[in-house]
């Protein structure tokens, strides 16, 4: 199995920027795809993104295109979040996940490796 480990969050004002960062071991990395979501107290968590093993395709919640990029760096075994123009609104816990064979990419079920999250808060 793969180990995931999130950090790079914290308290930003809005409008600024955050660069969260998803570091694995374990089993080869490059095997895996990778997905962000986000949970917010008393919400589902919900997909913020998605790249694929080898980093062409990726795929973004319709409320973050254009102001998230997912990207990685297989040699360093890290996948990252880079969040621009971020709002109130993108105040959660963000949480890196990896599987081997994604089907449901959008869907938290649809993953079997999850980090421990990284918190996340964006003052008005």
């Known amino acids: 199995q793969v180990q995931l480990v999130e950090s790079g969050g914290g308290l930003v004002q809005a409008g600024g920027s955050l660069r969260l960062s998803c570091a694995a071991s374990?089993?080869?990395?490059?095997?895996?795809?990778v997905g962000w979501f986000r949970q917010a107290p008393g919400i589902e968590r919900e997909f913020v993104a998605y790249?694929?093993?080898?980093?062409?395709?990726?795929s973004y919640a319709d409320s973050m295109k254009g102001r998230f990029t997912i990207s990685r760096d297989n040699a360093k075994n890290t996948v990252y979040l880079q969040m621009n123009s971020l709002k109130p609104e993108d105040t959660a816990v963000y949480y890196c996940?990896?599987?081997?064979?994604?089907?449901?990419?959008?869907?938290?079920?649809?993953?079997?490796?999850w980090g421990q999250g990284t918190q996340v808060t964006v003052s008005s």
């Open positions: 996940a990896a599987e081997s064979s994604v089907i449901l990419l959008h869907n938290p079920r649809g993953y079997d490796f």
């Open positions: 374990g089993r080869t990395f490059s095997n895996y795809a």
């Open positions: 790249i694929s093993q080898t980093g062409r395709t990726t």
